[in-house]
């Protein structure tokens, strides 16, 4: 028998809404006790006392790239369940952009299979199946097939062009009773845009994307959404007209939920001043009234989750010009130390929002029960060290990509302990 006593740590239960200090008393991976003191534990028990650390449900994430298969240069499963644990995250859900895609049975179970065999075992890894073959956006996969293979949902890693596919995915969901993600982008409206289209992107001297080539691809989505009613995730929220839009539906009692990314939260255009290819994402940073809306759509709950869309791409690749940069960035070990340095170390939002954000709400968006911290659950856990300082080097990284703006940066705030499913 293993115990560990955690004591007088900050525990934060999105589920009941608590924020309190408490000790947690873990035994065999099971939640034994939460007291505001405890006076009794087995013998041989590893007592943790640290004040200061924060103890909350793991972080679940919703969407982020694999290498493996097809790309173990960018990212192994391996690294990538290290990398998360490191992070504090105990579910991944992998898009399924990988080399075979996952768009049949077999390519799901080659994931799970490997997966299966990691050491890291804290890390639950899970998979989008593909809307469409091969993620070509051209003819429906065997939906009811890759459902009975175990995958997570639907989705596929890019927008879908046509109208009519739409609509007939959404119907041909409907029975299957599984979570679809849907990424509302019109990419004839965004053309070769690389950067959010305004004063800014002619500054910069770059092709800009804008706002409505996501706001019309929205606003179509969401007449489908209401005509045929099957719930939905829009995934890469980065405008604020999209979160008035999100905002319109949801009180129309649209059975939608939405989710932005890290990245677009923390940052804006005026940040490509640097012109730095980390900061090539796609959709791409929004102008500040953007981010601005992003925060307080998180804030207000219009928003449901924080998506990570870990994207790691090899040196090589991502040392090129900013333009012909493939899109996208880590950050499974970054985005909870910066979230909160950003938003909570600030006031701006509560612990409990922010980490509602980034595991609650990201479960109930992927129709997955979420990790709870009674006595008699198993401990799905992450311990933050709010105060920990650490450099942001290649070193101390556990996935095997670099391409994050934050490279060479000390940071504020780090993963203790990750208690994933076991």
């Known amino acids: ?6 004591r007088q740590v900050r525990l934060l239960d999105p589920v009941l809404g608590s924020d309190r200090v408490a000790d947690v008393l873990i035994v065999d991976h099971q939640i034994q006790a939460v007291a505001d ?21 793991g972080l679940i994430d919703l969407y982020s790239h694999s290498g493996e298969p097809g790309f173990e240069s960018r990212e192994t499963l391996a690294s990538l369940a290290a990398a998360a ?5 105990t579910r991944l859900t992998l898009l399924p952009d990988t080399e075979p895609v996952i ?18 075992a804290s890390v639950q890894i899970n998979v989008w ?3 469409t073959l091969g993620g070509k956006g051209e003819q429906m996969t065997e939906l009811a097939e890759l459902a009975a293979a175990g995958v997570a949902g639907f989705a596929d890693a890019q927008p879908l062009r046509q109208k009519l596919l739409v609509q007939r995915l959404l119907e041909y969901l409907q029975p299957l009773q599984k979570p679809v993600a849907l990424w509302p982008c019109d990419r004839t409206l965004a053309g070769d845009g690389v950067v959010r289209e305004g004063a800014e992107s002619i500054r910069l001297g770059l092709p800009g994307s804008p706002a409505m080539a996501e706001t019309s691809a929205l606003a179509s989505l969401l007449e489908c959404v209401a005509e045929i009613g099957i719930p939905v995730h829009i995934m890469r929220v980065s405008t604020a007209r999209s979160v008035e839009l999100i905002a319109a539906a949801k009180a129309n009692g649209l ?3 939405a989710s932005t990314t890290w990245m677009h939260l923390l940052l804006n255009i005026t940040a490509l001043q640097s012109y ?15 981010q601005a ?14 998506a990570i869309d870990h994207a790691p791409y090899t040196y090589e690749e991502k040392t090129v010009a900013f333009a012909e940069s493939p899109p996208g960035a880590m950050g499974l070990e970054l985005a909870l130390p910066l979230l909160w340095q950003a938003f909570v170390a600030t006031g701006e939002w509560s612990p409990l929002q922010l980490w509602r954000s980034l595991s609650t709400n990201p479960a109930r968006c992927l129709q997955q029960p979420p990790a709870q911290l009674s006595p008699g659950r198993a401990a799905e856990l992450t311990l933050f060290d709010p105060q920990a300082t650490w450099q942001v080097t290649p070193q101390h990284l556990n996935s095997l990509s670099t391409n994050t703006p934050w490279l060479g940066q000390q940071l504020t705030g780090q993963v203790v302990r990750t208690w994933g499913i076991k």
């Open 129 to 131: 199946g593909a809307l």
């Open 293 to 306: 809306a992003l925060i307080e759509g998180i804030k207000e709950g219009v928003l449901d989750a924080i």
């Open 37 to 57: 003191q405890i006076a009794d534990w087995p013998e041989g028990t590893e007592v943790c006392d640290r004040p200061g650390l924060v103890l909350g449900p």
């Open 255 to 257: 059975p939608i939920t």
């Open 276 to 290: 730095d290819p980390s900061l090539r994402l796609d959709p791409p940073l929004g102008n500040p009234a953007d």
């Open 85 to 89: 644990a490191a992070g504090g995250f």
């Open 103 to 120: 768009d049949h049975p077999a390519a799901v179970e080659q994931v799970y299979a490997q997966s299966r065999r990691l050491a890291a």
């Open 1 to 6: 028998m293993t115990g560990e006593l955690l």
